[in-house]
């Protein structure tokens, strides 16, 4: 009762292959179709794009001194306030009015996001890098966890005001004799707020890399033979990345405002330097006649971070292999 | 007899005194508001206005200025002079004499005992008194009798009213800090938190750098005072939520010195709930100008010494041109308002003391840089920026980190652009700017820029003492770890001679001359320019009455008389 | 987990004492002076005798050595007779006389002793910095949760929008414009601070509940952004995985597959968070203290560091340094907790 057995199976039509219909995808470009779709993060690289662009680009089209004083022509109001109120203080020359001291809004809100913009990306930039590498060294080799984190108990216990006092006597003359006084605080500022901001970001990283490494892929990549290096590459940061991207996301906020708070202790940029952490902290004790004062920087800080914030969600989804393509 | 007839008067004053304020504590409660919290309550230990005046609601001088800058008697009969035999005739004793009757707030007599302590208090070597100036030529003091005081001073002295006049130098009760002499003033946390005094109010509960809550004298020297039977004395944020606080929500009753922009000030008056007052003293916003050079390549210990000269600041045209490029009643417009007049003196209070230069209310940008051609000083490659014997003008301006300051810098900085100088601003936070640490280098003493902006006063109406601060030998340097007054390096002989022949003379109107033209001195001759004559601007709620702001004083000198203004 | 609790322990001695060296001397680096508020009337002979009857130009280890024996030997001399002595707790014990009138650790604004004023700023902190951090959790992970479970609804959106503004608009800015529309329009609440206020009934509890709450909502409304963040993307990374698919196969429910499985393994980076702001609440909120004169201790760290009060500081930044290395421990435990394959030993 044995059936013959067939010596050569004939292959189901069904499950034949037809050989491949399109060409093979490479990995990133499913990544980019995926964030192609996130609509969030389209927006959010847009808008992050045209103010990147604006405050590059927008001092050499808007053409007025952001620091030039006109004294008579001070207390300007913007140009919409016209519209409710025809006694408003306004003219076209200055379509954001002036400031107290008669300096223009529009070419402060320009020249000063390219301030803000530059120590905001750098100082979160430069804070997640180490954060992220502390928390992945700690968390992965179990030798340096003890000392990496006693260090960053120490990190956060350090009193912010002496460090800077300290920085700035220390590293004020040097830096500004090679960068300038402008290009020498940018690099103390960025400096000071990517070594105090650093700590959290580690903890959190350590945190997940402690549970993820002993997940079962890990296992599974290191019985195979895949070197630290790549476990940690290719295995855990991707898994880590979206409390990254949220530390991003707070921390590029964090690093605007802590500029202005800096400036206030006479560590930040000369005190004519327009920021927008500094012109939001200038015009809170004028806001009630002139509310424009804080609400442009305010809303061109909050722009940005929620673009950066939401840049991020998409860039996560796209990231996310198992989101992606559904 | 005459503690007799003094009782009888007090009787008549209560008798008299208008129904509103007849009796002690009638009106409730008062709160004042400090943005700079009180720390202690015994002036000695800590000489911040903030802790002066606090205390000085709680103990009291002999006597002490009124706000047109008068001496009025407060625990005594009357002030000595030399006219009234209280002062000898060789300037050398002052004799004060107590009013009789005057108890502490526990009850106990108020003696010259007391007096005599505080002295011996505030000398103390190991102490670390801060009023300790106030004592400087005092070489006893005698107590014949309870009500007599005898201070005896090394030579003539033409001003003796420095001991026990003022805030600055209150009586402190002897049985309270008898223990508490020399190094073990630190152990006596009590007395210096909840001084006994025989001022109008008397310590329920003090909080540290928060709040003080004090309750009405019962052995208050007159029964009908004080109006209010409790304060509440609170400190800390910042001057425009004190201000907000009293003049638009009326939570508080006072709120002391609001250093705000005038549009500021105005916006919270339009709230209704209370006023702003304003009062001048001697107090100057003035640019203080290097006389030596600070540059960063010269080696740490020659910066900004008189080693080595600056390389164009004292040049007459270049001061010159810089004083009159300053549009002066703009700056007071900006930044102060009501609150400031035109400073064009070293001295700019009493009026009497004050010099005055031509151009001082106009601003000649013109005429500066025609100074400046005419000396010589061209922009010869064309940048934009003239240059002094090859030395581009560019400086650097620094001050403390203050909001109306960064709009001076602004604005000032605008101006010499447009007489060719050019300025880096540098704002450093007035802990490190004032404070006199010799490793740093932003302290105002080390003066590591070209020039720079604060404010300076002096106590009482005297300003020889203060004159002395362009003496050459007053100059910060290295070997006196960088502590001095004469902080521009300001140095000319006949200065200094001139300011000699001040300390020898007694008579007032020849003083005042001499006065004037030290004061001129130092402004004609480049090491300051005067800027702005500030004031002290408070504000108090509208039904709060009897407050009379005293620039010379406390301005809580008289909190005694402040009442409610009933609203029928 | 116990032995690696005790170790940890015992290694945070030399860990806390190592910290105190470095910040001393970060203090003694820094420039500052503890004159520079007396005003300039005052000549410079004077405060240099002030500062020396502080103690300040002694060596700076000679100066460390004294604060530490004032910390670690006489404060707890000072707190046990105060708790054998007049506390409610242990007053039954017999009464003890450990500390007699060795100086404290004194500070130089006040000169009177550092952990009398810390102790008595301690509850309005708690009241208000403390509140704040349990309401601002108590709102964030609900929002977290569903943000996370509703990707991309309004909700979600919308919360969004809400925290990330709330976050980039600084306390600083908040706290006045609460002010403006609070209590200088509408009047309701105080726009100052009373730490004198005694709560002992309902109408006193109302007023407490009034003067905190512009203070509380600022701060929440920070706790809250963070927090909630931080919830979401990790339960994001979550909903995903394989055993929500095999949860939900075996027929749980919504609730426990979200509330039970995702919600536990999501909850590591959101425990480091809370636990490193935990010991900040003891920092206080040194902006939001001193737009509403709160007068906590974040008041107090900044008024003794713009007064260069060395000995306030320094016992401060340990205090807080102690409290920093406690919850980093409590986060390190409770990792173990949560998931109970990450190993220490």
Not at chain 2, 32 to 47: H, R
Request: charged letters at 15%; glycine letters at 8%.
């Amino acid at each position: 009762m044995t059936e013959p057995v067939q010596s050569t199976p004939v292959p189901i039509e069904a499950l034949a292959d037809k050989g491949p219909l399109e060409p093979p995808r490479s990995q990133w470009k499913d990544v980019w179709d995926q964030f192609r779709k996130h609509k969030g993060a389209m927006f959010g690289g847009g808008f992050l794009l045209f103010i990147t662009l604006a405050v590059l680009l927008g001092p050499w089209i808007w053409q007025v001194d952001p620091q030039k004083l006109d004294i008579r022509g001070k207390d300007m109001r913007p140009i919409w306030t016209a519209l409710w109120d025809s006694n408003a203080k306004v003219g076209w020359h200055r379509p954001f009015g002036t400031d107290q001291l008669g300096r223009d809004q529009l070419a402060q809100i320009l020249s000063g996001g390219r301030a803000s913009m530059a120590v905001g990306w750098a100082a979160m930039i430069l804070s997640l890098l180490i954060g992220t590498m502390v928390g992945v060294l700690a968390g992965f080799t179990r030798k340096l966890d003890g000392p990496l984190m006693r260090l960053t108990d120490l990190f956060l216990s350090l009193p912010i005001l002496p460090l800077l006092l300290v920085a700035v006597t220390l590293f004020r003359q040097p830096l500004r004799e090679a960068f300038g006084p402008e290009g020498g605080m940018f690099f103390l500022i960025v400096g000071i707020i990517a070594i105090t901001s650093w700590m959290p970001t580690a903890r959190i990283v350590r945190g997940d890399i402690l549970a993820l490494k002993e997940r079962e892929f890990i296992l599974a990549a290191r019985s195979i033979g895949t070197t630290p290096f790549r476990i940690v590459q290719r295995h855990l940061l991707p898994n880590v990345l979206s409390p990254i991207m949220v530390s991003a996301t707070l921390g590029l906020a964090t690093a605007i405002i802590t500029e202005s708070a800096l400036s206030f202790l006479g560590v930040g940029f000369p005190s004519d330097f327009p920021t927008w952490g500094k012109m939001l902290a200038d015009a809170v004790q004028r806001m009630e006649q002139f509310p424009e004062r804080v609400i442009l920087p305010g809303i061109a800080i909050s722009l940005t971070v929620l673009s950066v914030n939401y840049l991020g969600d998409g860039l996560r989804d796209a990231l996310d292999p198992r989101i992606r393509g559904r | 007899m005459k503690l007799k007839s003094l009782l009888m008067g007090a009787v008549a004053a209560t008798a008299f005194a208008p129904a509103a304020f007849a009796e002690r504590g009638a009106d409730g409660e008062v709160k004042i508001i400090y943005w700079q919290a009180p720390s202690i309550l015994n002036p000695f230990l800590s000489g911040g206005t903030k802790d002066v005046e606090s205390a000085s609601m709680i103990i009291e001088p002999l006597a002490r200025y009124n706000e047109k800058g008068e001496l009025v008697p407060w625990l005594v009969e009357e002030v000595p002079t030399v006219a009234n035999g209280g002062v000898s005739e060789d300037l050398t004793s002052i004799t004060w004499k107590i009013t009789p009757g005057l108890t502490w707030s526990d009850g106990t007599p108020f003696t010259s005992a007391d007096v005599a302590f505080t002295h011996e208090y505030c000398t103390h070597p190991e102490g670390g008194c801060a009023q300790v100036t106030k004592f400087e030529g005092v070489t006893s003091v005698e107590t014949p009798d309870d009500l007599t005081v005898v201070v005896n001073f090394d030579g003539p002295t033409p001003n003796p009213y420095g001991p026990f006049v003022g805030g600055e130098s209150p009586i402190l009760q002897a049985a309270q800090f008898a223990d508490c002499l020399g190094a073990a003033a630190s152990t006596c946390t009590e007395a210096n938190f909840n001084p006994i005094g025989t001022g109008p109010f008397v310590v329920n509960e003090f909080k540290p750098n928060d709040v003080i809550t004090m309750s009405a004298n019962p052995n208050y020297r007159d029964p009908a005072k004080p109006a209010f039977a409790s304060v509440t004395f609170k400190g800390g944020g910042d001057a425009r939520a004190a201000g907000r606080a009293v003049m638009e929500t009326g939570e508080f009753d006072y709120a002391w010195n609001l250093q705000l922009a005038p549009d500021v000030i105005a916006q919270m008056e339009a709230g209704g709930k209370g006023v702003a007052v304003a009062g001048f003293g001697p107090l100057l916003e003035r640019i203080m100008v290097n006389q030596t050079n600070p540059s960063p390549d010269l080696p740490e210990g020659e910066r900004s010494t008189a080693m080595h000269p600056h390389p164009f600041l004292k040049e007459p045209a270049v001061y010159k041109a810089m004083s009159m490029a300053i549009d002066r009643p703009l700056l007071v417009e900006v930044g102060y308002g009501q609150a400031g007049k035109v400073g064009c003196s070293w001295v700019p209070a009493p009026e009497a003391f004050a010099s005055t230069f031509d151009g001082c209310e106009t601003q000649d940008l013109d005429g500066a840089n025609a100074l400046l051609d005419e000396a010589g000083f061209m922009d010869t490659d064309g940048d934009g920026i003239r240059e002094v014997n090859g030395v581009p003008m560019s400086i650097v301006y620094q001050t403390s980190t203050n909001a109306v300051r960064q709009d001076f810098q602004a604005l000032i900085k605008e101006w010499w652009a447009q007489i060719g100088i050019e300025t880096e601003l540098r704002n450093i936070d007035a802990s490190v700017f004032f404070g006199g640490d010799a490793g740093s280098p932003d302290t105002f003493q080390k003066f590591y820029a070209d020039v720079q902006m604060y404010a300076n006063t002096f106590n009482g109406t005297d300003p020889q003492a203060y004159l002395g601060n362009g003496l050459c030998d007053k100059a910060p340097r290295p070997d006196t770890q960088w502590q001095g007054e004469n902080i521009s390096r300001f140095c000319m002989e006949e200065f200094d001679a001139l300011h000699a022949e001040l300390s020898g003379t007694a008579d007032m109107s020849e003083r005042q001359r001499i006065g004037r033209e030290l004061s001129a001195m130092i402004t004609d001759n480049g090491g300051m320019i005067p800027l702005v004559h500030r004031g002290r601007l408070s504000a108090h709620s509208s039904s709060l009455g009897g407050v009379v702001l005293n620039v010379w004083d406390s301005e809580l000198w008289n909190v005694a008389d402040w009442h409610r203004i009933k609203s029928n | 987990m116990l032995t690696f609790a005790i170790r940890r322990l015992v290694l945070a001695i030399p860990t806390l004492l190592f910290i105190s060296f470095v910040i001393f001397m970060l203090l003694q680096l820094a420039p500052g002076d503890p004159m520079a508020q007396v005003p300039l009337t005052v000549p410079p002979e004077v405060k240099e005798k002030m500062r020396q009857a502080l103690g300040v130009g002694e060596p700076a280890l000679v100066q460390y050595w004294k604060w530490l024996v004032q910390v670690f030997w006489l404060e707890p001399k000072v707190f046990i007779d105060y708790l054998t002595n007049s506390s409610t707790l242990l007053g039954w014990l017999p009464d003890t006389n450990l500390y007699n009138d060795e100086l404290r650790v004194i500070s130089w604004q006040t000169r009177s002793p550092v952990m009398d004023i810390v102790i008595q700023r301690i509850p309005q902190t708690l009241w208000v910095v403390g509140m704040s951090y349990i309401v601002g959790i108590l709102i964030a992970l609900p929002i977290g949760i569903y943000s996370a479970y509703r990707q991309y609804s309004i909700f979600d959106q919308s919360g969004t929008f809400i925290t990330m503004i709330g976050f980039s608009v600084p306390p600083f800015f908040t706290g006045p414009l609460l002010i403006v529309i609070f209590s200088v329009q509408l009047g309701w609440f105080p726009s100052i601070y009373d730490t004198t206020h005694v709560v002992n009934d309902w109408a006193s509890l109302k007023v407490q509940f009034n003067q905190m709450i512009l203070p509380v909502m600022v701060l929440a409304l920070q706790t809250t952004a963070q927090i909630s963040r931080y919830m979401r993307a990790s339960m994001l990374d979550n909903l995903n995985q394989d055993y929500v698919r095999t949860a939900r196969a075996k027929g749980l429910s919504e609730a426990v597959v979200v509330a039970v499985h995702v919600l536990r393994n999501s909850m590591i980076p959101v425990i480091t968070v809370i636990a490193l702001g935990v010991p900040a609440i003891f920092g206080g909120a040194i902006i939001t203290e001193n737009v509403f004169k709160v007068n906590g201790i974040g008041q107090l760290l900044i008024t003794a560091l713009f007064a260069n009060d060395l000995p306030m500081v320094m016992t401060l930044t340990f205090i807080f340094a102690v409290l920093i290395v406690v919850f980093n421990l409590i986060a390190d435990i409770l990792y173990g907790l949560l998931d109970p394959r990450i190993r220490y030993d």
